[in-house]
């Protein structure tokens, strides 16, 4: 069992975060962060191409984050890869021993540093999370036997501030029923929003919900325009810009505002999922502040 899998079948409040892995072949940086966080973290998301830039596949930087103790959990999307591909890529996950993995869409290819890439979107994300069981049962999803089983914790994304709620339930639902173990949202900054869409929802397993600490008003502004279901309330936009163009001020304001959600979602959510976005070394602050 992975240390993700265990601690979902417990009581404690869950932690993960995000890391990007690098385009070219140099991850001191990103190992850094992960060991110098890895006593407050549970698991860390290794994305998969982020905003479809190519980056160093995730399994490779997983492996190498299992050697200094660091948890990984590999984000796989049907963006890059059919479901031959996807399923080989589950099993040699599996065997160099990255044991978690959360699976979600992508985004378009015409929206990142490729842009005449083809997309493939073989399967959907409960398609994915059906491969993934199939291939823990030994068989793959065309129904061949395997030799040897992959053990996987296995997880996947929803979003609550999305603009048909009852479709967002839906998959939900397709999700849960394709095997998922855990799931992790949109960054929420609206936790009555938030609370009001779980209550609807009644998801059957763990939630970890998301939190993005806003770095500047041009961040918060882009967000609300491009981001789907991002919905940042006026009243932090003004305290940020209130710091003008002290940027001190500014990461101090975006802690308390992200240790004050983390706050209010402890009751709501069975843990958080921080992507700090380049300040991860705030993550320590906003958990202490949240704990207090």
């Known amino acids: ?100 993995i959360v ?32 291939l823990r049962s030994g068989k793959d999803l065309a129904g061949n036997e395997l030799h040897g089983t992959p053990q996987l914790t296995v997880g996947a994304v929803f979003n609550p501030g999305a603009g048909d709620v009852s479709a967002e339930i839906d998959n939900i639902r397709r999700k849960e029923d394709g095997g998922a173990e855990f799931f992790q949202t949109q960054a929420i900054f609206d936790v009555p929003a938030f609370e009001s869409f779980i209550e609807k929802a009644c998801p059957k397993k763990p939630v970890l919900a998301g939190v993005i600490p806003i770095k500047s008003v041009k961040m918060a502004l882009y967000m609300n325009e491009k981001v789907p279901g991002i919905d940042i ?39 958080i999922h921080i992507m700090a976005i380049g300040w991860e070394h705030y993550i320590p602050s906003i958990i202490n502040k949240s704990e207090a």
Request: proline share 5%; hydrophobic share 40%.
């Open 103 to 134: 699976f979600m869409g992508g985004d378009s290819p015409k929206n990142g540093d490729h842009p005449d890439a083809k997309p493939v979107f073989d399967l959907y994300a409960s398609q994915l999370l059906e491969a993934a069981l199939s």
């Open 233 to 271: 309330p006026a009243d932090i936009i003004k305290k940020i810009e209130a710091a003008g163009d002290d940027k001190e001020q500014i990461a101090a304001i975006s802690v308390e505002v992200a240790a004050h959600t983390i706050r209010e979602l402890r009751p709501i959510a069975r843990g």
């Open 1 to 100: 069992m992975t240390k993700l899998s265990q601690k979902l079948t417990g009581s404690d409040f869950l932690i993960t975060s995000e890391l990007t892995p690098p385009k070219g072949t140099d991850l001191k940086g990103l190992l850094d962060k992960a060991e110098s966080l890895r006593d407050q973290v549970t698991a860390f998301n290794l994305t998969e191409s982020h905003a479809a830039r190519m980056s160093m596949d995730p399994v490779a930087v997983a492996h190498l984050m299992l050697d200094r103790d660091c948890e990984p959990i590999v984000q796989m999307t049907s963006r890059d890869k059919n479901r031959i591909a996807i399923q080989a890529s589950m099993l040699g996950a599996a065997a160099l021993g990255v044991g978690n």
